[in-house]
């Protein structure tokens, strides 16, 4: 198998994993592309991506443009000569970054493509209930994640898997593939194939404040879903109404009981020290919380210092 020249492009945590993955293969990482330094945090000092830290931790040349355009990045991106590009989480490029080295450059995505193109597939493979996903690396081209499939992997989904643990096995399993699909396009083994359009497809749009607010009249394991879909981040949130002044509340944890709802829709109870929300149809016991103002923390906690009346609810 030939050892090819890589230029890796990513930002996040996600892409580490792969980009390390990559580091200890065969091939040669020639050079790091990932977003700019930004402020961040209370005294919104610069802080570099994750992909910069490890980059610049195992000694790989790094370029961070603003544009992807400028012709001083092209120019130095031609400069590392790469056999092949790889792509995870990263921004849309255009042709003259993806079609510029002679193996092309392929993107890895957290999902079963073409079901889940879009920002945000971990977390609507979960919101929708789904009970299988995978990772999928596809050759990009002008459209954002329609490029030709090279290699799958799939991986069942617990029925409890909440979107933090679900983006750690999918990291790890991404890795493997984005290492396996190098290989396999070095030694000339994996021949692209188009997606295919036949069926419903499912997108995974950004995440906003608004497609995160929990609706109570939903049933309950649809509230379940987009509760374990959101958390750890951003969090389905929710109006806390007890006495005195509505607060933001952001539910983590959750789970449906049996029983029927037997009040109206996001009313609250204390049953047996525990804190129980009615939906639709069924009932939710909370596990964990966070109140305006105040950490994340289990409901025992929160029960210990809050007495919920009554008239409680989530609006």
Known sequence: MKSLRIVFMGTPDF????????VHSAHT?????TAPDRPAGRGRKLRPSAVKEYALEAGLPVL???KLKAPEFLEALQGLQADLQVVVAFRMLPEAVWAMPALGTFNLHASLLPQYRGAAPINWALINGETETGVTTFMIDHQ???GQILLQRTTPIGPAEDAGALHDRLMALGAGLVVETTDRLADGTVQPQPQPEAGALRKAPKLFRENCRIAWDAPADTIHNLIRGLSPYPGAWTEFHNDGPAQQAKVFRAHPIPGTATLPPGRLEVREGKL???TANGILEMEELQLEGKKRMPVSDLLNGLEISNRAEFR
């Open 64 to 66: 961070q443009p603003e």
């Open 29 to 33: 990482v020639v050079g790091v592309v």
């Open 15 to 22: 892409a580490v994993a792969s980009l390390d993955a990559l």
């Open 276 to 278: 129980l929300a009615h």
């Open 144 to 146: 954002i994640d329609t």
